[in-house]
């Protein structure tokens, strides 16, 4: 009797809970364990008097990523979640008193810019629409799609699409690339704020990462009940598949033998043996030696490589009074230099862009009195531990920048709905803070992230950290990566001998 080959994910984040699901799916057995008590890796919770409130992403793009990945258990997303379109993607605010929102359809919004900034700055907003579509098409299947994009073959398609030279902006950043393309700062600034989406700034970004706004002009969802549904959800999915899942339970070294990856070891010395190991946690880790020396080659340059930015995020539940908020709400400050300037050199900003989400409204309901929300300001990565003391004053300082914009919130969020990088940093060991893996800066960026095959035969990689990058979408692509590589590897080794079977448990 054949045994099915023996899989073991780290980590369950989306990239681990995609990968598990796709190889289940596919006649594999595979355990998944997670340190944490809950599953989703990133999306994660905090408690509040109205229930749960998310404290990491809070939209759903590229919802086709996960309908693919639905599409091997021959089911559909929303057979496990429900999903609400947004007709708003994002309404945002300038300190003027001006304000603008932006629609899922682009004609609403081109309406929206026009009635906003004038008819030439709607014209421009349509040219960009069309310049995003082709830059998301040009370079979605050789870059987002590709399990190992290489700088040679995507110099190869660009040549052979030569219209996409002039629009990948060849040596800009975004933020001068955006310069030129409108004329009303406001809008430049505002398009520009979708490079810290992947954690980089529209100053040191390329111009290339325009193609984000036309994936979030494809769409946008709202997961009923919050984010965590989703992870939950692809979990119990995962479960029936046959999927192990282990929460609580840290591993603490993967195993060699023979040259390839033979088993792992858990804090309580349980140790578990595996035709392939994927490891959906940040890359960083693996090449500072957190799961042994014998794994310290894989992505040696994320030690020194610099790392994306952090954030300062709130997650609390109030009464709140003031302006209208959209379930996505920016709050602008006046010099878009300012912030990035102070996180280039590692500061807290001191005038940070504040983005806001109301987790209960954007749903078709009117929103309870006690409502929940998310704030995320941007900071830099780094383990440095702040004193009560400093937060107590950023925090009075956030406030008062709310006020400005006419939101109140009753009470107000206190230091400890807080999450800060440090503490981030210990969620997510070895990344020493940065939600979003290695820097996005540099217009090779994208070509020195890891991929989902590693040095070592039967290790693997997944999750934001990994090729294609963040995001709920990208990291599901990347667990789809680390699925395929892993059923292309074991397939070639079963044909070129009997495959080894194993999988057993011993204690020691």
């Not at 990133?42 to 990523?65: C, E, Q, Y």
């Not at 119990?236 to 339970?249: H, M, Y």
């Not at 599901?476 to 495959?499: K, R, V």
């Amino acid at each position: 009797m054949n045994v099915p080959p023996q899989i073991i994910v780290i980590g369950a984040g989306i990239g681990g809970l995609t990968s598990a699901i796709q190889l289940a799916a596919s006649g594999y057995s595979v355990r998944l364990f997670d340190r944490h008590q809950h599953v989703g890796g990133k999306i994660r919770t905090s408690m509040s008097d109205a229930g749960p409130v998310d404290a990491g992403p809070t939209v759903l793009t590229m919802r086709h990523i996960f309908d693919e990945l639905l599409g091997f258990t021959n089911g559909h997303l929303e057979d496990h979640i429900h999903l609400i379109p947004q007709d708003i993607l994002a309404r945002h605010f300038w300190t003027d008193g001006s304000t603008l929102d932006l629609y899922a359809n682009i004609e609403a919004s081109a309406r929206a810019i026009k009635e906003f900034s004038g008819s030439n700055s709607e014209q421009e907003f349509l040219r960009y629409c069309h310049h995003c579509r082709e830059l998301f098409q040009g370079f979605y299947k050789p870059m987002m799609r590709a399990a190992e994009p290489r700088f040679s073959t995507l110099i190869f398609h660009v040549f052979k699409n030569p219209s996409l030279i002039r629009k990948i902006y060849p040596g800009f950043s975004l933020a001068r690339s955006l310069s030129q393309q409108f004329s009303d700062p406001r809008l430049a600034q505002l398009f520009g704020r979708y490079a810290t989406y992947v954690g980089g700034s529209p100053f040191l970004s390329p111009a290339i990462l325009s193609l984000i706004w036309h994936a979030e002009a494809s769409g946008v969802w709202i997961v009923q009940g919050g984010m965590h549904k989703l992870a939950a959800a692809l979990a119990k999915l995962a479960t029936t598949l046959g999927v192990e899942i282990r929460l609580g339970n840290h591993v603490d070294r993967i195993v060699q033998k023979r040259g390839r990856v033979h088993e792992v070891v858990l804090r309580n010395t349980e140790q578990y043996t595996a035709d392939a190991v994927i490891f959906n946690g940040d890359p960083r880790a693996l090449a500072v030696g957190s799961l042994g020396k014998d794994f310290e080659i894989i992505a040696r340059h994320t030690i020194k490589k610099k790392r994306s930015y952090s954030a300062r995020v709130y997650s609390f539940a109030a009464k709140i009074s003031g302006n209208e908020l959209a379930h996505h709400n920016v709050l602008f400050d006046d010099n878009p230099a300012s912030e990035f300037n102070d996180l280039q050199v590692d500061r807290i900003p001191n005038n940070p862009t504040l983005y806001i989400c109301a987790q209960d409204r954007g749903q078709g309901i009117i929103p309870p009195i006690l409502e929940r929300f998310e704030i995320i300001a941007n900071a830099p990565a780094g383990v440095t531990i702040n004193s009560d003391k400093e937060l107590e004053q950023w925090n009075k300082k956030i406030i008062r920048k709310l006020n400005s914009f006419d939101i109140t919130f009753d009470p107000a969020p206190m230091i400890s709905n807080i999450t800060t990088p440090y503490q981030f940093h210990q969620l997510f060991p070895e990344s020493l803070g940065a939600l979003y893996g290695q820097s996005p800066h540099g217009l090779l960026a994208a070509f020195t992230r890891p991929t989902a095959r590693t040095k070592i035969p039967g290790l693997y990689l997944a999750g934001g950290g990994t090729h294609p990058g963040a995001g709920l979408p990208m990291a599901a692509i990347s667990g789809m990566h680390a699925a395929e590589a892993i059923t292309s590897d074991l397939t070639l080794t079963s044909m070129s001998a009997p495959m080894v079977t194993r999988g057993g448990i011993s204690t020691g």
